[in-house]
Every structure is written in C-alpha cells, then in structure tokens.
C-alpha cells in the first residue's frame, strides 16, 4: 500500500503560477513511478504528467508541455509539479499516483494503482 497526499492547490489568476506537492509513505519511494492526472467537472481524468523513479525521465501532456514541470525529491519521499502561465482550461482536480508494478502506459490512469485524494486548482481569467 502507498500513502500520497496532495497540497499546493488554490485560486490563481490566469498567467500565475502554482506548486503542488505529492507527499508518498509506505513504500520505497525511489522505486515508484509517479505521475500527476487532472479531472475537470464533467471530463475523464486525464494525464498530465509522468517522472520515473530517479526523475531522469519525464514526459508532458500536449497541453501543458513547456508549462507544467514536474520533479522529485527521494530524499523527502515527495514529487512536485511547477504549473506555470496557468490558463483558465487548467482549471480541475489534481491527483498525484503511482504507476503500477505491471508497469504499463504512463498516460493511462488505468495502470496505476494508488492515488491521492486531490487538490483543487482554480485558474481565473
């Protein structure tokens, strides 16, 4: 079982910046794939981005590539993402997770199998 709790969420005007943090217990955490998904109201959750288990490796949703970075930190078991010039269209739920042992597609929520409880992020115009 993985623990992850979410924060950083809140209300930000268009053009700002924001930085969650995805805080993961109960297991090693430099062996876990962890990638952050957003669900608006009313859409699929969709993915948004993915870092491996060192952070060399990362890879970006089309909508946020060049905006949202994410990171992470061994040492404090945490992963991050750096969203920046959010835009309206951001607006959504952020979950933090862990892929799966089986592996499988980063950008499928299917094959991950722990999740956070999310945080709200609002983008104002």
């Known amino acids: 079982q993985v623990q992850l709790v979410e924060s950083g969420g809140g209300l930000v005007q268009a053009g700002g910046s924001l930085r969650l943090s995805c805080a993961a217990s109960?297991?090693?955490?430099?062996?876990?794939?962890m990638g952050w998904f957003r669900q608006a109201p009313g859409k699929e959750r969709e993915f948004v981005a993915v870092?491996?288990?060192?952070?060399?490796?990362?890879f970006y949703a089309a909508s946020v590539k060049g905006r949202f970075t994410i990171s992470r930190d061994n040492a404090k078991n945490t992963v991050y993402m750096h969203m920046n010039s959010l835009k309206p269209e951001d607006t959504a739920v952020y979950y933090c997770a862990v892929l799966g042992e089986s592996g499988g597609s980063w950008a499928d929520p299917n094959d991950y199998d722990f999740w956070g409880q999310g945080t709200q992020v609002t983008v104002s115009s």
């Open positions: 109960g297991r090693t955490f430099s062996e876990l794939v």
């Open positions: 870092c491996s288990e060192s952070g060399s490796s990362t």
